[in-house]
Each structure stands twice: as structure tokens, then as C-alpha cells.
């Protein structure tokens, strides 16, 4: 069964930098397009980035030139480099496999000043 466990979220102000990380287990990794995705308060869950086993990227707009997909195939491990952050970035971000698997816990994420 795989398993996500995403990290790196925190607290920071508008204009800063996240980097989030995402172990994958329980499934062969370099056979599958890997994405992240983020959930606000009251709002549905929505596709942020995406990266296909062979390195191809796809980004939201809403985040495009600002955050950077990444995977590490030796390590099981895919990346979001997030960049000049805005309040409207504040979610919860998951990651997960394209098709979906169970989802994790997430990692928060919080721009405020």
C-alpha cells in the first residue's frame, strides 16, 4: 500500500520562501507522475504542480514562476520549492500519485505578516 508523508510546512511571511519534501513508500516511484496539491479552509482540493516520471512539469497558474517541482528518484522523494509566497498560498498541501492513491496527512503551510 503506498504511503505519502509530506513535511517542511510551517509559518512565514508574505514574500518568503518553503521548501516541502514528500517520502514515498509502498509503490514503485519512478513509474508514476507525481503531483502536489493543497486544500484552503473551505475550499476543495485543488491540483497545484505535477511531474511525470520523465522529468516533464505542469504548475497551476496561480503558482506558476513561483514554485518549482522537483523529484529525487533514489530517494523516493518529490519536492515543491515555493517561492514569493502570498496569504492566498495558506493550505494544507498534500502530495499523491497520478492516478491518486490514499491521501496523507498533509503539511500546513501559513503566509501571514
Known amino acids: 500500500q503506498v504511503q505519502f508523508v509530506e513535511s517542511g510546512g510551517g509559518l512565514v511571511e508574505p514574500g518568503g520562501s518553503l521548501r516541502l519534501s514528500c517520502a514515498v513508500s509502498?509503490?514503485?516511484?519512478?513509474?508514476?507522475?507525481m503531483a502536489w496539491y493543497r486544500q484552503a479552509p473551505g475550499k476543495v482540493r485543488d491540483l497545484v504542480a505535477f511531474?511525470?516520471?520523465?522529468?516533464?512539469?505542469n504548475y497551476a497558474g496561480s503558482v506558476k514562476g513561483r514554485f518549482t517541482i522537483s523529484r529525487d528518484n533514489a530517494k523516493n522523494t518529490v519536492y515543491l520549492q515555493m517561492n514569493s509566497l502570498k496569504p492566498e498560498d495558506t493550505a494544507v498541501y498534500y502530495c499523491?500519485?497520478?492516478?491518486?492513491?490514499?491521501w496523507g496527512q498533509g503539511t500546513q503551510v501559513t503566509v501571514s505578516s
Open positions: 499523491n500519485r497520478i492516478p491518486l492513491a490514499s
Open positions: 509502498g509503490s514503485i516511484f519512478t513509474m508514476y507522475t
Open positions: 511531474i511525470s516520471s520523465s522529468g516533464n512539469t
